[in-house]
């Protein structure tokens, strides 16, 4: 149970930076890049938590979750793109 | 086999705290990009990996969002890196030298 308490402090760590970066960032792009780094950090996050909770929905919600943060990068690029 | 799972969420805890480290402390869009995008690729890679050797069970859908990342989050930093590219933002690097032919 300390490898939880370990990996799970790691991953909050960089969940932290990841979120500072997506408050503060100058421009736009830096918010969106914060974003990505964020939504990969908790696909792997949430992998993590179906095994430390024994339940295998949660993989399902991994796969949809990353489905959906790769639209959104894409989406936000695009915009961002056409918007000059 | 359990041993193994434990190093390899050990790596991936470790690298996906660097890239986020990374983005915070890079001085620009593209060097976050970079830093961001490699190292929390591996570290999912490594932490998904550990979890599919502690359940041999389900290593098909670990398979499944490996794949899925490893596709996808190219694709979308590289995506990103060119809008940013052609809406005109400009890397740090560029600027020192074209501040250092002014002088």
Not at chain 1, 19 to 31: E, S, V
Not at chain 2, 12 to 27: C, D, K, Q
Not at chain 2, 45 to 51: D, K, P, W
């Amino acid at each position: 149970m300390i490898i939880n308490i370990i990996v799970f402090s790691l991953v909050g760590v960089g969940v932290l930076f990841a979120l500072i970066r997506l408050i503060a960032g100058p421009t736009a792009f830096d918010r969106v890049v914060g974003l990505d780094t964020l939504n990969i950090i908790i696909t792997a996050t949430v992998v993590l938590l179906a095994l430390v909770l024994k339940n295998e929905l949660y993989l399902d919600i991994a796969i949809v979750y990353a489905v959906l943060s790769f639209l959104e990068t894409i989406l936000f690029a695009r915009f961002l793109e056409g918007r000059r | 086999m359990i041993i193994t799972s434990y190093i390899l969420m050990i790596i991936g805890a470790i690298f996906l705290a660097l890239g986020g480290f990374g983005v915070f402390r890079m001085p620009d869009v593209y060097n976050r990009i970079q830093a961001g995008t490699k190292a929390t690729t591996l570290g999912a890679f490594a932490l998904i990996l550990g979890v599919g050797f502690a359940e041999p069970s389900w290593f098909l859908k670990i398979a499944l969002i490996i794949v899925f990342i490893a596709i996808t989050n190219p694709v979308g930093s590289s995506t990103l890196a060119r809008a940013a590219y052609k809406s005109g933002v400009s890397a740090t690097l560029l600027q020192k030298q074209k501040e250092g032919e002014d002088k």
